[in-house]
C-alpha cells in the first residue's frame, strides 16, 4: 500500500510529514483541483478549475450549467484513473461556494459523496 502526504501539508505527532489512507488521499485530489486556479502549478499550467474566481460573479442558470459542465470534464481530465464522476452540484450564494459531489473510486467501486466548501471574508 503507497503512502500519501496528507493536504494540506502538515506534520503528525511525530514530528513526522502527516501520511492518509487513499479515499481520503482522493478527497484531498478534489479539493485540490476544485480551489486551484488555472496558471497556479508551475509545471501544470492547465490545472485547476478556477471556480474560487466565481465567488462573487452574478448568479444565473447559465452560469451554473456551464461551471458544472466544465468542473465535471477537469475532473475527468486530471482525475478520471481514480474516480468516476456520478453527481455534481456547484452552489454560490454570496461569498460562499459549496460544491456537493458523488463519485466512484475506480479501484473499489465504492461510491462516495463530499461537499467542498469555501468562503471569502
Known amino acids: 500500500m503507497a503512502m500519501n502526504i496528507d493536504y494540506p501539508f502538515h506534520f503528525d505527532s511525530h514530528g513526522r510529514t502527516a501520511t492518509t489512507g487513499d479515499d481520503d488521499h482522493i478527497r484531498d485530489m478534489i479539493e485540490q483541483f476544485l480551489f486551484t486556479n488555472a496558471g497556479e502549478r508551475v509545471n501544470r499550467p492547465d490545472f485547476g478549475s478556477g471556480l474560487l474566481q466565481l465567488i462573487f460573479a452574478s448568479n444565473s442558470p447559465e452560469l451554473a450549467a456551464a461551471l458544472q459542465f466544465t468542473v465535471q470534464a477537469g475532473l475527468q481530465q486530471w482525475l478520471g484513473d481514480v474516480l468516476e464522476v ?7 450564494v454570496e461569498s460562499r461556494l459549496q460544491v456537493d459531489l458523488q463519485y466512484r473510486v475506480r479501484r473499489t467501486q465504492e461510491v462516495r459523496v463530499a461537499t467542498f466548501e469555501r468562503s471569502v471574508p
Open 86 to 92: 456520478l453527481a455534481l452540484e456547484v452552489i454560490s
